[in-house]
C-alpha cells in the first residue's frame, strides 16, 4: 500500500521575522481614517487603528466586505488620502512623500486607459512617465507583453479589447517601471478561468523575483491560492491577520492520504480510530475544486479533439484512483 502524508504540495515559505534578511515595506501604525461631510461633522470611519507590517518578498491579502476599509488602505499607502490619525511607512518614509512611488506599481479595480491607444503604445507612454530611454521602453514593453500573453494583440487599439484582456495591458502597466512593491486591487476581475490561473501564476513568480506583492481581492480562492499572510477587515477593524495555512488549518481533525485500500483496510482503520477515542466522521473519495475539473477538461480536450472525458470525476493526479477516507486510508478526518 503507497501512503501519502499529503497530497497537497506547500507553497515557499515568505519571509518571517527571525530571517536576517526579513524588511518591513509597508508599516501602518494605529492608522485610522474618517470621513466627513461638507460641515466637517463624522460620517463614516474608514478604518479604526490599524496596524500591519508587509514583509519584503511576501504577498500579502487584504480581506473584507464591501466598506471593510481595504479602498481606503490602499489609498493611504499611496499617498492619496492623509490620515486622520496615525502614520503609513513606505519603504521606511512617510506614505505622503512621492519620491517613493517610483518604486510601486498599481492595478487599481478598474483601469482608465486611453482606449485609442494600441498595448504597445499604452506601455510605451507610461514607461515615458517614469522617463525611461527609448531602447529600455522597447525592451521592457516587449517583455511584458509577453509576460501577459498579448503577442498577438500588441497593435490592437484597445477599443475592441475584452475586459480581461484590458485587465492584462493593465497589469503590464503596473509593472513598466519594475517595481519592488505591487499592489493589485482585485486582479482576475474579467478573465476567465484559464486567465485567473495565469495571472495567479504571474503573482507568484513576482514574488519569486523578490517583489513585494499587497493583493485586495474579493475572490477568496485567490487569495487562498497566492497569499502568504492576510489581514481580514470588516467595518474598519482588523480581525484577523496570520498566515493562510495556519489560519486554515483545522486543528482537532487529522488527515490521511492513502491509495489502493480495500474495503476490508478501511473498515479495519476506522476500527482503529475508534478503539483510540477518535471519531470517524466519513470515508469518501477526495473532490477537486471546480477551478481544476474546469482546466483540465478544457486541456484534455486540447490535447485531444472531439474525445469526451470518460470520467468526469477523475481531475487532479490520481484523485480518481485512489481512496480518500475521513480517517482512514483516503482523505482522512477524525
Known amino acids: 500500500m503507497e501512503t501519502e502524508v499529503s497530497a497537497v504540495a506547500e507553497r515557499p515559505a515568505a519571509a518571517t521575522p527571525d530571517d536576517s534578511a526579513s524588511q518591513v515595506v509597508v508599516e501602518t501604525r494605529n492608522l485610522s481614517k474618517i470621513y466627513r461631510d461638507f460641515w466637517g461633522r463624522k460620517k463614516v470611519q474608514a478604518l479604526k487603528s490599524l496596524d500591519i507590517e508587509i514583509r519584503k518578498g511576501e504577498i500579502f491579502g487584504l480581506l473584507g466586505p464591501n466598506g471593510s476599509g481595504k479602498s481606503t488602505t490602499i489609498k493611504l499607502v499611496l499617498g492619496l488620502l492623509f490620515p486622520t490619525s496615525g502614520r503609513v511607512l513606505v519603504f521606511d518614509k512617510d506614505a505622503t512623500e512621492t519620491s517613493k512611488n517610483e518604486r510601486i506599481g498599481y492595478l487599481p479595480e478598474e483601469s482608465y486607459l486611453y482606449k485609442f491607444l494600441?498595448?504597445?503604445?499604452?506601455?510605451?507612454?507610461?514607461g515615458r512617465l517614469f522617463n525611461m530611454s527609448a531602447a529600455e521602453r522597447a525592451e521592457r514593453v516587449d517583455y511584458l507583453i509577453k509576460l501577459v500573453?498579448?503577442?498577438?494583440?500588441?497593435?490592437?487599439?484597445?477599443?475592441?479589447?475584452?475586459k480581461g484582456m484590458t485587465r492584462r495591458v493593465g497589469l503590464a502597466q503596473a509593472l513598466i517601471n519594475n517595481p519592488d512593491l505591487v499592489m493589485l486591487d482585485e486582479p482576475t476581475t474579467g478573465l476567465d478561468p484559464i486567465g485567473t490561473r495565469e495571472m495567479k501564476?504571474?503573482?507568484?513568480?513576482?514574488?519569486?523575483?523578490g517583489k513585494t506583492i499587497l493583493l485586495c481581492s474579493h475572490q477568496l480562492a485567490?487569495?487562498?491560492?497566492?497569499?502568504?499572510?492576510?489581514?481580514?477587515?470588516?467595518?474598519?477593524?482588523?480581525?484577523?491577520?496570520g498566515r493562510v495555512d495556519d489560519l486554515l488549518k483545522v486543528q482537532d481533525v487529522t488527515e490521511i492520504h492513502a491509495r489502493g485500500l480495500?474495503?476490508?483496510?478501511?473498515?479495519?482503520l476506522a476500527e482503529v480510530?475508534?478503539?483510540?477515542?477518535?471519531?470517524?466522521?466519513?470515508?469518501?473519495?477526495?473532490?477537486?475544486?471546480?477551478?481544476?475539473?474546469?482546466?483540465?477538461?478544457?486541456?484534455e480536450s486540447e490535447e485531444r479533439p472531439g474525445h469526451r472525458r470518460a470520467t468526469v470525476g477523475q481531475v487532479s493526479q490520481g484523485s480518481g484512483e485512489g481512496a480518500s477516507a475521513s480517517d482512514d486510508g483516503g482523505n482522512a478526518s477524525s
Open 222 to 241: 485567490d487569495v487562498q491560492d497566492v497569499c502568504d499572510r492576510v489581514a481580514i477587515l470588516h467595518q474598519g477593524e482588523l480581525k484577523e491577520l
Open 149 to 162: 500573453g498579448l503577442e498577438r494583440a500588441r497593435n490592437r487599439q484597445l477599443r475592441e479589447f475584452s
Open 118 to 126: 494600441t498595448a504597445q503604445e499604452t506601455l510605451d507612454f507610461y
Open 273 to 299: 480510530i475508534r478503539r483510540h477515542g477518535g471519531q470517524l466522521d466519513s470515508i469518501d473519495n477526495p473532490t477537486a475544486t471546480m477551478e481544476d475539473l474546469f482546466l483540465n477538461i478544457v486541456r
Open 262 to 268: 480495500s474495503e476490508e483496510a478501511k473498515a479495519e
Open 201 to 209: 501564476d504571474l503573482i507568484l513568480n513576482l514574488r519569486d523575483q
